[in-house]
């Protein structure tokens, strides 16, 4: 059984189906890319498998465990951690406060909590910014301790949602080095992305959502080429400029 | 990104009064001082104000624990005051339990009630939270006015026990032990406050009252940790429900379930400065000379005009010091964050 | 059990349950604009009252005519309170909204106090005087005057909303105010408009309630407290949520107080409100 499996996954809003029977395979030490025009069910689909919705078919596996319906303490708890894409940082904590509330999960003690936040701080180059209260930050620096904050729960397979939307080109490069220099140290990686351009040279697999439904689960170079990945982005872009005139 | 790292902050280098010493010294000037206040200021009008505002800190630190690290605005505190009040009030009365045996079970009593109250309402968030606990709070209200045996709406005379002893918890010769009886109280409080405030559940309680979402995800279990929050912010206002019933030696249903006095707890906190420790203690220290002040001023001619001039007061502060008292000197203490770079959008597409 | 008495009671219940959706359409009108809770809708009623009696004693003012002149004032003050007050307060954290109002209250409620003592004054009378009787069923007058005009009042704020171009930039203001603001509406004057709105709503509810109920400095806390819970219950700014929670309320504290006992009436009030919001946090009608 892989790390993270599920089966036939579907989540309904009112009559729009988000979600429908999506099966996706996770293993130990991938780094996926999930691509999808907007509205495609990324965000869904990564919230049923963190808990933040609860599917209404199918089953989620983690580490052969049903984890169908636990809370989000509950799976993160297992081993799962995301960040958002609307980024949620404590505003009126500071960044090694942030982290250390992350830190707390497996080192109940103050202390603990506080060096291993400060462990994390440092991988993550947000060291000299520890005591600055984390509402002031730019985007960029928020997108990276929501990030850091994720990491503090040592988790098995970290979720990144849009972790690069909002970023201009330089930081969007720095943060493609950190996700790989994570994933070259042993962590497992799903990239939820819009911009397909930032996930190509990044992952080893892609998975392509398109209206709720897996449409391509292969390697970059060939999910690029795919006629029916090349339709979907298309004709989002098509209805985009239709309507920018 | 490497531009903001030349800006990076020296945290220790905050205005004299966020040194450590200057604030532990300060703390125990303080001490010496509250130990001393009844020699200092012996008149009777000062000492009974001295009382109000210790225990009125005792209630502000407590409701600051839910509402201001927790982030849950609770308007139905005077449940957990009722209800120390009443429980040791009955079992002196019917059953000459001691007092401060009854402090315990009323603490028990409340934090059963804590639970009670936040299992259902604490999914609910903001307005719809504060509605339902002022609901929660109105029903024991009612009930207790209409519960006979309780004394109903009358409420309960105190037996008097003459001798002054500490057992008693009564002193009629002179107030001073309710003095100090109340200062033990509110240090309490204070060290229930600053151990939270280090603890894990200090660090949940921030973060889940920043973003509950955002929490979850981090394994933060919100709602036990609320609950937690609300039982020991329900156990500390009880035994100031005690105290106040011991003190005054007469409750009843409109004196000690009253929804002003729960809004007077979180007023005290929001007015010093939510979430902090010296926060609801300026707060008391504020608020309860002005109101008591009032009331010696412009009670005498009866009618409540000292009331018109607190409601006047509580809108005057909230429109020009909404972030509380605490806030005017904590603008100028934290590190300030680097300058927002210019990014293409602020908070990602949602 | 007498199936008049029932009829009876329900109907009671129904009459002042459209006098509580009255005060909470106004009271949910606010808060749908600008997401604050007016805690001193209340003291406005009470004011409201005031100002019928005294147009009554002073000047032999009937209520009915009186109608008019205690909405026109009720509108002013609740423009002059977000003029003053709420409109410092509009971006600050939800408890300094909170107190604003309810320092507010305070002020008015022991202002009244301080002016006319604590004495229930009564409106002897008036046109409404009496009772009328349907199927066996007898209704107050006054009652029935107040449920018609909660009725109408509503009627008109509906129409207001959805069918006028000022009901609909009030709406767009409601839904989001940037994007409102970028269209050309002025937000500001909107506030304005929802707070004299909302305000005159508990004015007509004032003047109405005067016919019939005794005129004292805490009448606006009897009936508002209950009446947050009707906003609750309905959903928080839904103006339809808030009728139909106004005569929810009135009908379990009749029912309940009838098939109970009254002094308990509120208890079941606020204990159905916190059993529905265990299922529905939102309120019944409520969107998430």
């Known amino acids: 059984m892989s790390l993270l499996e599920t089966h036939g996954l579907t989540k309904r809003f009112g009559g729009l189906v988000a979600n429908q029977a999506i099966d996706f395979r996770l293993e130990k030490g991938e780094l996926v890319g999930l691509i999808g025009p907007n509205g495609a069910g990324k965000t869904t689909f990564f919230n049923c498998i963190t808990g933040f919705y609860r599917p209404d078919e199918g089953r989620v596996f983690f580490r052969g465990r049903d984890v169908t319906g636990w809370s989000p303490e509950r799976i993160c708890r297992a081993g799962i951690a995301r960040t958002f894409q609307v980024v949620k940082t404590f505003r009126d904590m500071t960044v090694l406060e942030n982290v250390m509330v992350g830190a707390f999960l497996r080192h109940p003690r103050p202390a603990a909590a506080r060096a291993h936040a400060e462990a994390v701080l440092e991988t993550t180059g947000l060291t000299h910014l520890a005591d600055v209260q984390a509402g002031g930050l730019p985007i960029a620096y928020r997108k990276r301790l929501e990030l850091a904050r994720a ?72 999910v690029a080429k795919d006629p029916r990945v090349i339709e979907a982005y ?11 005139g | 990104m490497q531009s903001v790292s030349r800006q990076g902050q020296e945290p220790r280098s905050g205005p004299w009064w966020t040194r450590r010493w200057v604030q532990w010294g300060g703390g125990i000037l303080l001490l010496i001082f509250l130990l001393l206040f009844p020699y200092l200021f012996p008149r009777p009008f000062l000492r009974r104000m001295a009382i109000l505002v210790l225990l009125w800190s005792l209630l502000g630190l407590a409701w600051n624990i839910i509402g201001g690290y927790g982030g849950q605005v609770s308007l139905g505190h005077a449940v957990f005051f009722g209800l120390g009040a009443y429980t040791s009030s009955i079992l002196l009365e019917r059953w000459q339990v001691s007092p401060w045996l009854g402090m315990l079970a009323g603490a028990a009593v409340a934090a059963i009630a804590a639970l009670l109250i936040g299992w259902p309402t604490f999914r609910l968030q903001g307005h719809y939270f504060a509605i339902a606990t002022i609901a929660a709070g109105e029903i024991f209200a009612i009930l207790f006015r209409n519960w006979e045996w309780a004394g109903g709406a009358v409420g309960i005379y105190l037996p008097l026990i003459r001798g002054d002893q500490l057992v008693n918890f009564q002193f009629h010769e002179t107030k001073v032990p309710y003095y100090y009886i109340v200062l033990v109280m509110a240090l309490l409080a204070v060290a229930v406050t600053y151990a939270l405030e280090r603890s894990r559940a200090g660090y949940y309680l921030r973060a889940l009252r920043a973003d509950q979402d955002a929490a979850r995800s981090l394994g933060v279990p919100i709602t036990r940790y609320k609950l937690i929050a609300m039982v020991i912010s ?87 010091q909404p972030a509380g008292l605490v806030g005017l000197l904590r603008r100028r203490t934290r590190p300030t964050p680097p300058p927002a770079m210019p990014t293409p959008a602020e908070e990602g597409i949602a | 059990m007498d199936l008049t008495i029932l009829a009876q009671t329900v109907a009671s219940g129904l009459l002042i349950g459209l006098v509580f959706s009255l005060l909470a359409v106004g009271l949910t009108l606010i808060f749908g604009v600008m997401d604050i809770v007016n805690f001193a809708h209340g003291e406005f009623l009470m004011l409201a009252m005031y100002v019928t009696y005294w147009l009554w004693v002073l000047w032999g003012m009937d209520p009915l005519f009186s109608l008019p002149i205690s909405a026109l004032v009720m509108f002013i003050l609740g423009a002059l309170t977000y003029l003053l007050v709420i409109r410092y307060v509009l971006d600050a954290p939800m408890l300094a909204q909170i107190f604003s109002t309810f320092g507010l209250m305070i002020f008015l409620r022991f202002l009244a106090q301080v002016l006319w003592t604590e004495d229930y004054r009564r409106i002897r009378g008036s046109l409404l005087e009496g009772r009328i009787e349907i199927a066996g069923v007898f209704l107050g007058r006054p009652e029935v005057a107040a449920a018609l005009g909660g009725i109408i009042t509503t009627a008109i704020l509906y129409w207001f909303l959805k069918g006028t171009r000022l009901g609909w930039a009030l709406e767009a203001t409601a839904e989001d105010r940037t994007v409102a603001a970028l269209m050309g509406i002025n937000t500001e004057w909107m506030f304005t408009l929802a707070w004299g709105i909302g305000s005159a709503c508990a004015g007509i509810a004032g003047t109405l309630l005067a016919t019939f109920y005794p005129i004292f400095p805490e009448a606006g806390a009897v009936f508002v407290l209950v009446t947050y819970v009707a906003v609750a219950l309905g959903g928080f700014g839904n103006i339809t949520g808030a009728f139909v929670g106004g005569i929810l309320i009135g009908l379990l504290q009749v029912v309940g107080g009838f098939l109970w006992e009254p002094r308990f009436k509120d208890v079941l009030v606020y204990g159905v409100y916190l059993l529905v919001v265990l299922v529905r946090p939102q309120g019944l009608l409520g969107r998430r």
């Open chain 1, 151 to 222: 990491l503090a729960t040592e988790p098995e397979v970290l979720f990144l949602d849009e972790a690069m939307a909002g970023l201009n080109p330089g930081e969007i490069q720095e943060a493609v080095a950190m996700v790989r220099r994570l994933w070259e140290q042993g962590l497992t990686i799903v990239l939820v992305e819009h911009v397909m351009e930032v996930v190509m040279p990044l992952a080893q697999r892609v998975v392509v959502l398109d209206y709720g439904q897996v449409i391509a689960d292969d390697t970059p170079e060939r």
């Open chain 1, 234 to 244: 298309l004709g989002e872009r098509f209805a985009r400029e239709a309507r920018e």
């Open chain 2, 234 to 320: 329900a156990v500390l206002t009880a035994i100031g429900g005690t105290f106040y019933a011991q003190f005054v030696l007469y409750i009843s249903p409109n004196t000690v379930f009253a929804l002003m006095l729960s809004v007077q707890m979180c007023l005290v906190a929001v007015l010093g400065g939510l979430g902090t420790i010296a926060g609801p203690i300026i707060g008391a220290m504020v608020l309860i000379p002005m109101a008591e002040y009032t009331r010696v001023f412009l009670g005498g001619r009866g009618g409540g005009l000292h009331l018109v001039v607190y409601g006047l007061l509580i809108v005057i502060i909230s429109v020009f």
